[in-house]
């Protein structure tokens, strides 16, 4: 059992969580995910490990509030546990040789962007970060992205806080106005990060995406989590998170993202329904 030492409501739908989990904290690395399960009979869902402190030994978790078990999850509270936390899993992100980066992060997204943005600003690389959000109250960890950029852009789709417009828009200002980026990284939404990529590419800039497909077993075997890239079959899980979004097929991952919407909703009401039932 995995002990919850804190929660924090950083928006209507987005929650955080440090988790007491020392043996996942000694090897997390920054892009890396964990697997976890709310409790014994409970669905399998991974999470990107959003930051982690080896000294005290806990893992922090972000997560939105999109189904059954993001639902059940977000129904704990300080001090209660879960079942099992099981990681660090995948490939840390690579930082060698970069000196300057743009990292872009959609919605919740951006609690996977901002380990990167802490890491790149640890080793003396000059951050640049965009962060985009439907509306204000969408808006998660704005201080935290000015203490580890040297730039941080802010946008929201109605102008509510910000600059109104879309994350690439953002992006293109920047490149245009000379910036030279060793390599940009983008993570959210699929759409989102097929449209950086559609901004990157006529300028040759190596561009990086983190795919978060289903996944249920976290070593390849299952091949929930498998994507195409560059023409071949590759698994999430153990081949990524991290990709080279020039060889993405994203047509093909949204499609298959999509297969699992109108369960997962019904799912997600009945837990909800559940849950309201038990706090009746």
Known sequence: MYKIVRKKILSPVVTLMDIDAPFVAKKAQAG??????????GERIPLTISGYDREKGTVRIIFQIIGA???LLNAKEEGEYISDFVGPL??????????KVA???????????????????????????????RNSELVILEEEFVAASDK???????????????VTEALKELIDSGEKYDEVIAIGPLVM??????????????????????MIDGTGMCGGCRITV?????????????FDGFEV????????????????????????????????
């Open 103 to 133: 990292i872009v992060g959609g919605g919740v997204g951006s609690a996977i962007a901002l380990p990167l943005a802490e890491k790149f600003h640890e080793l003396g690389a000059e951050v640049h970060s965009i962060i985009g959000f």
């Open 90 to 99: 995948g490939k840390a992100t690579e930082t060698d040789g970069i000196r």
């Open 32 to 41: 890396q995910f964990i697997i976890l399960r709310v409790n014994e009979d």
């Open 230 to 242: 560059g023409g071949k079959l590759k698994f999430a899980c153990v081949d990524g998170p991290d």
């Open 193 to 214: 990060m097929k449209f950086v990529v559609a901004t990157t590419r006529p300028y040759g800039i190596k561009t990086t995406v983190s795919m978060n497909p289903v």
């Open 152 to 166: 941080v852009v802010l946008m929201t789709d109605d102008g509510s806080r910000g600059r109104k417009g879309l």
């Open 69 to 71: 078990s993001t639902a």
């Open 249 to 280: 097929d994203f047509d093909e991952a949204m499609e298959r993202n999509n297969m699992y919407h109108e369960f997962e909703h019904h799912k997600y009401e009945e837990t909800c329904n559940l849950l309201n039932k038990e706090v009746e």
